[in-house]
């Protein structure tokens, strides 16, 4: 079946919706979504949007500005970095005109919470710059921006997994999509196409991220020759729920929760004088692991699966049950406890890419370091890279890039799919994936996938996890090089078209394999320590050889690397000191 429209936007989390709203206004603008819009991981982010609002102490955008590229350990590019913080404040605005909630001040006001490594004055001291609704401040931004692409006519197919894009040279005709419901694959022509399919933790055996986080967008690019930026930049939040992964907003330090050791110690002392737990997240991450190396975790056994207390105790009930009611609950649902009474057993959790889709800031997918414009391809949110993030995003700063990002993105199609002719495609384009989904259907005896998934996500867990070195680092390339010659056997059990999960998920672990290649090749490459890129062997920040950005594309079983200047045009990179 053939669809047409001028705009096919593929994801409906923040950045997606964010980008159909504005594209809408313009141009006949369709939405693909593999899960109902409101179930995006978006609905998921707890803790808040940074902007320099200045409404309950002195900010400016020029501070917000400063700590992310200080945040990005210098990786980031630095006007991206100042449209980001500049943009912020209208964003938190447009997002309060269009409905959204935010926890008042006394006095009416936007009210703000503190956030790691977001500073008063060039890194004097923590300021209050995340702007937040509870603790379920993207299930706020997601259901305000559905209801307005709702009302502005938007066509959203839910339940539509994307499995290809159609390019014609260098530019964007179109995707491929399997239909859920009955198995069908559809084309959809179309001027212009953004992918916003959001981040791909599940790499990783303990992540904070959902079933459908499996990075479907950029490794649907990698196939189709696009470059795949600075993929060795992962975040490790760090704390999760100890031994599930499952994510204790960085909201509770900000509200004053304490990270403590074995001897109740506030260990973070030590390791970042000036803004304790509110560091960025890179260092406390591996601060924790220090600490639990040392034989300083809970049970001091020095077990990589030992752990810290978060220490909420002396926030008291009646903060906790207002500004942080979910993590209360998720506390009390997962491990039995009330954190008004007792310290949440934490450990960092694989969280968030830095690295994705390169882009300019009109959102628009560049193919290599000279900045070539793939015609009619955009990318936006967490599966991008424009670089705002650089080696170490700080939290809040995820929505705000959505918002951003995603509206800029909108509104730059808004203007490209006026001029450009529509493709014609045909049912042809479709021809690989059918291939394709006909080899893992067709009846043939061949192993499941589930093992693969297990194999692959504890590789990437234990070798490019927190701390790297290159003889890890090579045994996780080797290994996952063997898993994708496995999957090359797998079949499908389930044979029907209906709701065919099993189908689906084989896809994905095909998507997620390939980033994981891409992931391990380009943290082998990078011979130095910078943001959460941590190598044992290389200890050091090197600006000499490596302030530099990683562009790596992926050619059937090889990655070739190459690299992409960074923009430090407004700050000299500096050691980077808490
Ligand atoms: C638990 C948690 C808490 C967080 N808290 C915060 C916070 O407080 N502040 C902050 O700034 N950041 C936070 N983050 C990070 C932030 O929420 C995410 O980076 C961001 O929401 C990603 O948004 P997105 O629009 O890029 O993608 P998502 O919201 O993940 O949406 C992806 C969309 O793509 C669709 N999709 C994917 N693949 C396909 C395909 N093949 N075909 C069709 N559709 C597809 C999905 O259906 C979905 O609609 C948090 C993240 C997590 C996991």
């Not at 990005?72 to 500049?86: M, N, P, T």
């Not at 470059?227 to 729920?241: A, N, S, V, Y």
């Not at 670089?387 to 808004?414: E, K, P, Q, Y």
């Not at 302030?547 to 045009?569: F, G, M, Q």
Request: net charge negative.
């Amino acid at each position: 079946m053939i669809h047409q429209f001028d705009t096919v936007i593929v994801g409906s989390g923040g950045a997606g919706l964010y980008a159909a709203l504005e594209a809408s206004q313009r141009s006949k603008t369709a939405v693909l979504s593999k899960l109902y819009p409101i179930r995006s991981h978006t609905g998921a982010a707890q803790g808040g949007i940074s902007a320099a609002l200045g409404n309950v102490e002195e900010d400016k955008p020029e501070w917000h500005a400063f700590d992310t590229v200080k945040g990005g350990d210098y990786l980031v590019d630095q006007q991206a970095a100042a449209i980001l913080a500049e943009e912020a404040v209208q964003a938190v605005y447009d997002l309060e005109n269009r409905g959204l909630p935010f926890n008042r001040t006394p006095e009416g006001r936007i009210d703000q919470r503190r956030f790691g490594g977001h500073t008063r004055n060039f890194g004097e001291g923590p300021v209050r710059r995340a702007c937040y609704a509870a603790d379920r401040t993207g299930h706020m931004i997601l259901q305000t921006l559905y209801q307005q692409c709702i009302k502005n006519a938007v066509t959203f197919f839910d339940e539509f997994q994307v499995v290809d894009l159609i390019l014609d040279g260098s530019t964007a005709q179109g995707v491929v999509a399997v239909e859920l419901a009955t198995g069908d694959l559809h084309v959809f022509a179309a001027k212009a196409v953004l992918f916003a399919t959001g981040g791909f933790g599940r790499i990783f055996r303990i992540t904070s991220n959902a079933y459908a986080n499996t990075g479907d967008g950029p490794a649907v690019c990698a196939r189709r020759g696009i470059p795949l930026e600075d993929m060795e930049f992962f975040q490790f939040h760090p704390t999760g729920i100890m031994g599930l992964g499952i994510l204790i907003s960085e909201a509770v330090r900000g509200e004053g929760g304490i990270l403590r050791n074995r001897d109740g110690e506030r260990f973070m002392q030590r390791y970042s004088p000036t803004l304790l737990d509110l560091a960025p997240r890179d260092i406390v991450a591996r601060s924790i692991l220090t600490e639990v190396r040392a034989g300083q975790g809970i049970r001091g056994d020095r077990r990589i699966d030992d752990y810290v207390h978060l220490d909420a105790t002396h926030l008291g009930k009646e903060t906790l049950g207002s500004k942080l009611p979910d993590i209360t609950g998720f506390c009390k649902t997962y491990l039995g406890i009330d954190p008004a009474d007792a310290p949440i057993p934490v450990l960092p959790t694989a969280h968030y890419a830095m690295g994705g889709i390169p882009t300019d800031v009109q959102g628009r997918v560049i193919m290599d370091g000279a900045g070539t414009i793939v015609n009619g391809l955009y990318a936006a949110g967490e599966c991008a890279c424009v670089s705002v993030h650089g080696a170490n995003r700080l939290g809040t700063n995820s929505l705000l890039d959505l918002v951003v990002f995603g509206r800029r993105a909108g509104r730059h199609i808004g203007d490209y799919v006026r001029q450009a002719d529509m493709p014609r495609p045909g049912t042809a384009a479709a021809d690989e994936a059918r291939a394709f989904i006909g080899r893992l259907t067709d009846g043939a005896s061949g192993p499941h996938g589930g093992h693969i998934t297990d194999d692959m996500q504890t590789t990437m867990m234990e070798n490019v996890g927190i701390y790297r070195n290159a003889t890890d680092m090579q045994a996780a390339v080797d290994r996952i090089q063997e898993l994708r010659q496995r999957y090359r056997s797998v079949r499908v059990q389930d044979t029907g078209r209906p709701f065919n999960t099993d189908l689906l998920e084989i896809i994905e672990l095909g998507n997620l394999l390939d980033l994981s290649l891409v992931t391990a090749a380009s943290a082998l490459n990078r011979r130095e320590s910078r943001g959460a890129h941590s190598r044992e062997d290389f200890p050091e920040r090197d600006d000499d050889n490596w302030l530099t950005h990683t562009l790596a594309y992926l050619k059937d079983d090889s990655v070739r690397l190459d690299d992409k200047a960074v923009d430090t045009s407004v700050w000299e990179p500096k050691p980077r000191t808490y």
